[in-house]
């Protein structure tokens, strides 16, 4: 996780520098923090959503018009539960980093404006308590550590809104998982056939310099 991290930072890096030397007096750095709601939809188990936190930077810069170029580089940790056999949560946390392009039409200029576009999220395993790890996950035969190993990588459409001052915004972005999250868990020896795809939702407070 760590190395993949390293990468996404480099990417990120030598994509803000082309971002500067094209639009050098329109870029301004954000620095962002939040708090995001993760939800895994899946018809195999009983899923509660959960509060996570976000942290990340980024770099808006003008490309067309009325219209912004945003590069993105998050970190999160996701939080969800499921039910076991006896009716209890056990709790899950996911730990990635994220990188994302989007595009950002300005409704009013430094204070409104819409993003749509894609991001890519790199996933660690899934964490949760030593105690829960041998509960059987209501509605299956498996044991809660059985999914630990989710998908790597997954690909997420994202659509939101930034609004508020020149050097201070909100943002507000709702993101959808492409992918099977539990693609890993089916090709291990315990033989699941399970599906899941996450749904996020993200706020943000952003700090443009």
Not at 95 to 118: D, R
Request: net charge positive; with cysteine; proline share 2%.
């Amino acid at each position: 996780m760590k190395k993949i991290s390293f990468i996404i930072i480099l990417a990120f890096s030598a994509s803000s520098s082309f971002a500067q030397h094209r639009y050098r007096d329109a870029n301004r750095i954000g620095i962002s923090v939040g708090t995001n709601y993760f939800n895994l939809l899946t018809a195999d188990f009983e899923t509660n959503p959960e509060l996570g936190w976000n942290a990340g930077l980024s770099m808006r810069g003008n490309f067309y018009n009325n219209w912004d170029l945003v590069y993105a580089m998050q970190f999160s940790e996701q939080k969800f539960s499921v039910t076991n056999s006896n009716l209890e949560p056990i709790s899950y946390k996911l730990a990635n980093a994220q990188l994302s392009l989007l595009a950002s039409c300005k409704v009013v200029e430094n204070h409104l404006s819409f993003e749509f576009g894609p991001a890519v999220q790199v996933n660690g395993k899934l964490g949760l308590n030593a105690s829960d790890e041998n509960d059987i996950i209501k509605g299956t035969t498996l044991l809660a550590k059985d999914l630990k190993s989710v998908s790597n990588i997954n690909v997420y459409p994202v659509v939101g809104v930034t609004f508020g001052l020149r050097h201070f915004r909100a943002n507000i972005s709702y993101q959808y998982g492409l992918l099977n999250t539990f693609s890993n868990v089916n090709k291990s020896s315990i033989g699941a056939q399970i599906k899941g795809n996450a749904g996020i939702l993200n706020g943000n407070f952003i700090i443009y310099l």
